[in-house]
């Protein structure tokens, strides 16, 4: 009985956990804090992020499929934001 279960564990996709740290400039914090709350309701909408805040921080949370992550990871920082989505320095 346990090695069907096992089995069952095997075939099922690994997840990933991402945290990324920000610490943007106090004077605007509350514009990034904005922006990347919209960015993040347009890419991650099937709900497996979570975005936290400090007085001085924001981190984001990412919880993705192991492929999904490496697809993420070959796109770099530049497969962020989508055109519609303008994240500009303060």
């Given at each position: ?17 991402s ?29 497996d ?9 924001v ?9 999904q ?22």
């Amino acid at each position: 009985m346990l090695g069907g279960i096992a089995n069952k564990r095997e075939m099922k996709m690994p997840r990933k956990i991402s945290v990324v740290r920000f610490k943007p400039k106090p004077e605007c914090f509350d514009e990034f804090l904005q922006n990347i709350q919209d960015w993040h309701a347009q890419v991650f909408a099937d709900g497996d992020h979570r975005l936290m805040r400090t007085d001085e921080e924001v981190v984001a949370i990412v919880v993705r499929e192991s492929e999904q992550l490496q697809e993420n990871m070959k796109r770099g920082v530049r497969g962020g934001p989508s055109s519609s989505t303008t994240l500009r320095p303060c």
